[in-house]
């Protein structure tokens, strides 16, 4: 131990929850990715659950810990932040949604999401922007209260509630006109769009996701639905309450209306095109890319991903997203978690790279960079006065993003949720 540190050995208080939690924890002397870099012999101080100094290990001032972890052979990260999950759907070869949203109860949906959020948590993904619970209400919103009174453990979360369709976009289709069926989102047009963001809004929804566009073209295929007036009505009811909008687009007409109407992300964006992506630049439109759905979903259809070439949809896809990398448009980072199982969400951050990102990139997209798009200002960065969101992985994820498979330890607002390090 160096000099200038005092150790209280493990004194923790005891939390809640019944488990012991330490007052001041120092992560000792090595790696440190603070959100932007890799540093070498740093050390990082937490108290409570704030961070209060992150620097150069020699430089560190006379402290009292309880809480001592060692950093050798290991990196301190951020907790990683998830910026595309459905907590309240799983994959989709378990069972199809059509049936998830038509024939599970809420109580079975609420069940698995109380699952899906303790994996999430404990694979070292603190936050998540949950967008939709495609059929269940605002069960979201009321999980999130659940996590934030200590019922269960769980990320922290941006919410969307029911999100956002044009009528008659949205499914589950296929059935008899007269039959009426509960849809995956709130239909609404034209005026009725102002009242439908408020009442959601009033629900306690922290950001609109809308659908700019969907599969409802005359033969299946993905074709815009609102108009821009539409969509910047949205936006503007949405920026009144200081709230952001989360745009669904997949072809170019509707990620481009989306980024005229003022959206702050575009998910998916698999029809993006050099100029689309120049217009999000120019607008400040994050793109959230979703490459692991996709992915998914051609796998769940027969795609045997390394044996079969590469469906039209997944040579389209590394084509938009190279050409929205080469366009310089801010990526985020997420999976649209629950097409996939959850958990599993470093599934999105290794296909990132496989599309080609650089490591480091994909890891300040799954740090920093979600966290100054999703408006998470104490989030995201290791320095003094950010929150104690902070995870441990075996050797550096700037060189290999796979060893985030392996998140050691888990340390969420200054709270150990896991600790697997056998100190
Ligand atoms: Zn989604």
């Known amino acids: 131990m160096r000099i200038g540190i005092i150790y209280l050995g493990l004194l923790f208080g005891l939390h809640i929850d019944g488990s012991a939690q330490p007052t001041a924890s120092l992560f000792q002397n090595g790696n440190v990715f603070d959100g932007s870099d890799l ?3 740093w050390s990082v101080l937490v108290q409570g659950n704030e961070i ?35 907590l309240f759907l799983h994959p989709y070869d378990e069972t199809g949604w059509n049936d998830q949203v038509l024939k599970e109860s809420f109580t079975e949906r609420t069940v698995r999401a109380v699952n ?11 936050t ?46 296929g059935f008899a006109s007269h039959v009426k ?26 950001v609109i996701k809308v659908y700019a566009d969907y599969r409802w073209g005359p033969f299946g295929q993905a074709a815009p639905t609102f108009s821009v007036e539409e969509l910047r009505s949205i936006v503007e009811t949405a920026a009144s309450s200081g709230r952001m909008v989360v745009a669904h687009a997949a072809t170019e007409e509707g990620m481009r209306r989306a980024t005229l109407a003022g959206v702050s992300t575009i998910e998916h964006g698999d029809g993006g095109t050099p100029e689309i992506f120049e217009l999000m630049v120019e607008h400040k439109v994050a793109l959230c890319p979703t490459l692991a759905a996709g992915d998914a979903i051609m796998q769940y259809r027969g795609w045997k ?14 084509k ?30 290794e296909m990132m790279v496989e599309y080609g ?67």
Do not use: W
């Open 181 to 206: 069926v509960p849809l995956g989102a709130q239909e609404a047009d034209d005026r009725e769009l102002v009242r439908v963001v408020r009442e959601q809004i009033g629900h306690g929804v922290d």
């Open 357 to 423: 990102m650089s490591d480091k990139d994909v890891l300040r997209s799954a740090t920093s960079v979600n966290a100054q798009v999703f408006d998470l200002s104490n989030l995201g960065k290791i320095e003094h006065g950010k929150m104690a969101d902070l995870i441990l992985v075996e050797g550096d994820p700037t060189e290999n993003i796979s060893v985030l498979r392996l998140a050691k330890f888990v340390m969420k607002d200054g709270k150990i949720i896991k600790d697997e390090l056998g100190s």
């Open 52 to 86: 209060v100094y992150a620097g150069l290990a020699e430089d560190l001032p006379e402290t009292e810990v309880d809480h001592l972890i060692e950093l050798e052979g290991l990196t301190l990260l951020p907790g990683l932040i998830e910026g595309h999950s459905h």
């Open 39 to 41: 540093h070498s012999n």
């Open 116 to 126: 899906h959020a303790k994996a999430t948590l404990n694979a070292g993904i603190t």
């Open 305 to 318: 991903k390394g044996v079969d070439p590469e469906p039209d949809r997944i040579v389209q896809k590394k």
């Open 320 to 349: 938009s997203f190279g050409a929205a990398l080469k366009a310089g448009v801010t990526i985020c980072a997420g999976g649209d978690v629950g097409v996939f199982t959850h958990g599993d969400n470093v599934r999105e951050l």
């Open 128 to 173: 998540v922007r949950d967008l939709g619970t495609e059929g269940a209400a605002f069960l979201d919103v009321e999980l999130k209260q659940s996590i934030e009174k200590g019922l269960m453990p769980g990320p922290r979360m941006i919410t969307a509630g029911r999100a956002i369709v044009a009528t008659g976009s949205y499914g589950p289709k």
